[in-house]
């Protein structure tokens, strides 16, 4: 049964070039709102930052905070530990990185370049080799070897920089952008 | 056949409602006009602010307005409000919402008061009553409207809602008996209004020097409830405008295509 | 009637998959030489409108539930938390509200035009019903769909029309009571109910796309019908689909979501009712309860009835009824053009559907003021239902005999001295 034969077209008509390219532009534009609804709300975003009141901290106490999800662990260091923490040599690092949000991203994991106010480290509580939380070390129940943090999970242990000094964690402990808005409040994020 | 059924669609059209004063029906809203409406509609800005001082002022000693958070106060790069950050946490700050237990996990501070702290912006507007039954029992038994959607959640929209406020006190005429306790507000079905008249001539002091007559505040508070119950509205329109012309020019151009591949058809 | 398939794979891969899994072959025969009647009008582009419009209904549905949550203590506001918080959240939600409004405009045009034309006569009585169960799909996902927002109206409208099940306990006592109780998971419409409804709602629109795929493939089987209802008589009456019907289709698919969009960025709330902005209060009840405006005339004919049972069953034959339409119609003739008689009684019919949706839109004990009396607008809709059923049980089987219609053309390709109707 012999068809009706379409016209072929014998060179690519210039007004359906147009009409195809504004579809798939629009196509494209309407993909935009489908895919950008899974990025974060606003609702999530307004709890982007946050302000923590430190006043309450005593020394060589931790406080957990929430910040974006994750465990925030803000800690008053007593004048010995800085002192130690401000000995270590950068060799004896297993990540010679400092992490910090707030400094370039190359800069060394000295003791200094952990925080803002020595008295005040400020890190994720987020184990740096799968994400576990770590357990804070204190003089009654010491965690771990260097007075910091142990993670039960697979046994990293973090000084009292949250600096990692035994795997399996690859990495220091993260400190997020943060500054002091006031001596006893700090913002996060 | 066509002529009667052309007659029965007219006998329909031409059907309207009785117009002696029929006490059991409410007037139709008043016609006002505000500037988002129609297709380009946007909320004035000035008249947002004032509207929210009328609302914070006003109308939160009663009505909550749960929906809305303070940082959805912040306008500018992609915010719909009409404050700057710094205004929209200064506001927050104002305001006091319950506190997260303290340590002993107490919600209760010595005196049996509920433990507070100050609101920041991921919080949303606290409400004047802890709950319903509270609200009603400050309120002879009735219970004030959350307002976060009252324009979209009526039949006339920002006309009623002005409507009911400024017409709530309106002289009772001749022959209409207010029941006990209420008030008489013809826009309000069935007349009788619990809600006293909620506005008067500089119930607040415009910041701006705006004189505060009464039609002046409802109007403001109108135009902030329909921003309260709509936030998006100005994207939308915006959005809108783009997306018409897209279409336009798309169909422009499938009409073009069409004609153009069945020029040889038969 | 398409005759062999001509598909020739052009590239290796091409012939490797075509011998595998014939997927170019399939869209090749189907879409692209597929032959239609070169006659085709403005009518017969709805079908190509309904899958555009179900195509954005899962899309935009799929991504409102990333957001949705279907407990009765947080729907309401995980979907003001879509309006407000999620990135386009509202103009998604807005899509998919109206986006369901259309979907019911362009199914009841797509089903006139099936009325108008014969299009559900032999031999494509099959196409038809499959047509009438995507449409009883439709009103059930729409129904569903509209409980999820948990306001005042998807409460109380969930309410009233479970409640019609315990209209059976007067055929077997219990029986109504116990579907309704099994429907709720409860002893009302609650978070049970809530939650099964989300379920359904999700499910039943990958079903609508399956009926359709066999509804299409019953349809390539004898082939379109056309607006002269006559059969087509060879290759000199047809034209490809593509790209005759693909550039026509995308013109008036293009045309329709630019009113659809006016719609979702102008007046996104013209088909909504205020109440659904009101949380759901299971102790209040809204004065006036109304279901979306596509399920109004149901409702008309449902409240015309001061019986329970019967007004159930009233309503369920009107759409019963509509599965024995190609068995109903004795006439010969396939198009309305070329009947008369039937054109009169066919847009009578368009106008009664109308007003019974006005008659449902008011409220129960309304009427119209014709100046010496208030004619209560039950009686008007039970005139408008009794036409209704007239209109497929006795009009439709005696036209066919009595009415003279009027000379069919040859064929469609005759040039005809008076085209246009």
Redesign the interface.
Known sequence: ????T?PEPTRRDFLYIATGGV?AVGAALTAW??I????P????LALSSIEADISSIQVGQQVVFNWRGHPLFVRRRSPQEIATSKAVPLSDLIDPIARNANLPDNAPATDANREIKPEWIVVVGVCTHLGCTPTVSTPQVPQGEYGGWLCHCHGSQYDVAGRVRHGPAPQNLAVPPYSFVSPTKIKVG | ??AL?LA??A??AT????SAEDFSQPLPPKDVHWSFEG?FGTYDRAALQRGFQVYKEVCSACHSLN?VAFH?LIGGEGGDGFFTEPQAKAIAAGYKVPADPDEKGDTTDDKGQPLMRAAILADHFPAPFANENAARASNGGALP?DL??IV????G?PQYVYSIVTGDGSPVPHGFKVIDGKYYDPYF?GRNISMPPPLRKDSVTFSDGTPATVDQEAHDVVTFLSWA?E??LE???R??FG??LF??L??GL??L??RK??SD?? | MS?PS?YVPKSGFGRWMDSRLPLMRFAHDTII?Y?TP?NLNFWYAFGAILTFMLGIQI?TGI?LA??YVANAGLAF?SV??I??????????R?MHANGASFFFIAVYIHMFRGLYYGSYKSPREVIWILGVILYLLMVATAFFGYVLPWGQMSFWGATVITNFFSALDQIVPHLGSAIATWLWGGFAVGDATLNRFFSLHFLLPFVIAGVVALHIWALHVPGNNNPLGIDTK???D???F???YT??D??YV??F??VY??F???A??FFGN??N??PANPVVTP?DIVPEWYLLPYYAMLRSVPQKLIGVLVMAGSLLTLVFIPWLDTSKVRSTRFRPMMK?FF??FV?DCA?LG?CGSQSADAT???GSFELPLVWVARICTLYYFGFFWVVMPLLGIIEKPKPLPANI?QPVLSPAE
């Open positions: 049964m012999a068809e009706t379409a579809a709102p489908f950008d609804q899974m990025n709300s606003s609702a999530v | 056949m066509k059924t029965f669609a006998l329909i059907s309207v409602a009785a297709p929906r959805d409207p976060s959607l979209k959640a009526r039949e929209g079905a119950s936030p998006k994207e939308r329109h959005l809108g997306v018409m279409m336009l798309l169909s499938l009409f295509s069409y591949v069945w058809a038969h | 005759g001509t030489t032959p070169k899309l991504v990333m957001h506001d003001e938390g309006m407000r918080n999620i990135n386009y959240g509202w103009l998604i807005y060879g290759p000199q047809m034209l490809p593509h790209p005759y550039v026509k995308s013109f293009a045309l979501a630019l969009l006016a979702v960025f102008y996104p709330n205020p109440d902005y009101t004065p009169q847009w009578l106008i007003i006005y119209l003021n014709l390709s």
